[in-house]
């Protein structure tokens, strides 16, 4: 089975704080996706990345950004956390190519105060 | 621009009813459509996926459907479980993203 593992299940972090969220797949897939979650917003892609160094901006990159400097592990980088970033974070990863399932980690709730 | 909306928001049911939840998308120019179920919580699990080309697929009691020309899917659930309980997400491909749906929150009764 595809295991996909958030570093935490919850974080509490400061307005301005630096915060990095990993991820890391165990299947060997090409792509790895970061989304967040709100309520009445549903999910929104954050960035995604379809090889090692590679990253591409979803649809809210502002404030974020990423690392995939080896193939299981993408990391979302919060530069300077702000309180309109507390949300529920899901990292996703996928085989290859269009149309394959993305399969989704366990989720870290980051509440920034 | 891809909308994706689900209906209901919310639904709640007797154990043992069967139940259709709705989907729908704005662009038909799809690749496929995934139905997810997410527990309080949790991350998402994926259930069902239907390629543009197909008109439905099938695992154990559910069952779904897409209409690409209409821009419609629907998930069907036989006999359901209290177990059953979550909140249920569909989502389509297209662009080379996927595009979520808000969910319906489903609660079967004992």
């Known amino acids: 089975d595809v295991k996909v593992t958030q570093s935490s299940r919850y974080l509490v972090k400061r307005t301005g704080e630096k915060v990095f969220l990993e991820c890391v797949q165990d299947m060997d897939h090409e792509n790895m996706f970061w989304y967040r979650q709100d309520p009445g917003l549903g999910l929104r892609l954050i960035y995604f990345s379809y090889d090692v160094k590679m990253k591409e901006k979803g649809d809210i990159p502002e404030g974020y950004s990423v690392s995939r400097e080896k193939k299981e592990r993408f990391s979302l980088i919060l530069e300077s956390a702000s309180t309109n970033q507390t949300s529920m974070y899901l990292c996703?990863?996928?085989?290859?190519?269009?149309?394959?399932?993305?399969?989704f980690g366990p989720g870290t709730r980051l509440t920034v105060l | 621009k891809q909308e994706v909306t689900q209906i209901p928001a919310a639904l709640s049911v007797p154990e043992g009813e069967n139940l259709v939840l709705n989907c729908s998308f704005t662009d038909s120019a799809i690749y496929n459509l995934q139905w997810f179920r997410q527990d309080p919580g949790k991350g998402l699990t994926s259930l069902l996926l239907i390629q543009s080309s197909q008109r439905e697929q099938t695992s154990g009691r559910l069952n779904a459907s897409l209409d690409k020309s209409s821009g419609r899917s629907t998930l069907y659930i036989a006999a359901s479980q209290p177990g059953d309980s979550a909140t249920y997400l569909c989502a389509v491909e297209w662009g080379g993203k996927l595009i979520f749906g808000q969910g319906t929150e489903l609660s079967v009764k004992p």
């Open positions: 996703a990863s996928s085989l290859a190519g269009r149309g394959d399932t993305q399969y």
